[in-house]
């Protein structure tokens, strides 16, 4: 059975910093391309970083230079650093796991920015 969990969330303060976690349990984590999605109310997902098995990674433009995506395969988890954090960035993230037609979704952490 797999499972996606992710954890980290919660409410901080414009220009403050969260760290996101998600482990993926039930499949060979170090094959999966990992991937960091975030839904605002009335928006669409987005993706917002992505890590490939081989350690590429790729951002979403409005997160570039303030948000960095690792991954630590012995411990089957991938970790969304966000610093700098605007209003704009509150909505509820997704960890995702991917290879080839696979995919995985976990349940979602809120987080919110406001003062």
């Known amino acids: 059975q797999v499972q996606v969990v992710e954890s980290g969330g919660g409410l901080v303060r414009p220009g403050g910093s969260l760290r996101l976690s998600c482990t993926a349990s039930?499949?060979?984590?170090?094959?999966?391309?990992m991937g960091w999605y975030r839904q605002a109310p009335g928006k669409q997902r987005e993706l917002v970083a992505a890590?490939?098995?081989?350690?590429?990674?790729n951002y979403a433009d409005s997160v570039k230079g303030r948000f960095t995506i690792s991954r630590d395969n012995s411990e089957k988890t991938v970790y969304l650093q966000m610093n700098i954090l605007k209003p704009d960035d509150t909505a509820v993230y997704y960890c995702?796991?991917?290879?080839?037609?696979?995919?995985?979704w976990g349940q979602g952490t809120q987080v919110t920015v406001s003062s």
């Open positions: 995702n796991a991917a290879r080839s037609v696979l995919t995985y």
């Open positions: 890590i490939t098995a081989g350690g590429s990674t």
């Open positions: 039930g499949i060979i984590f170090r094959l999966y391309t």
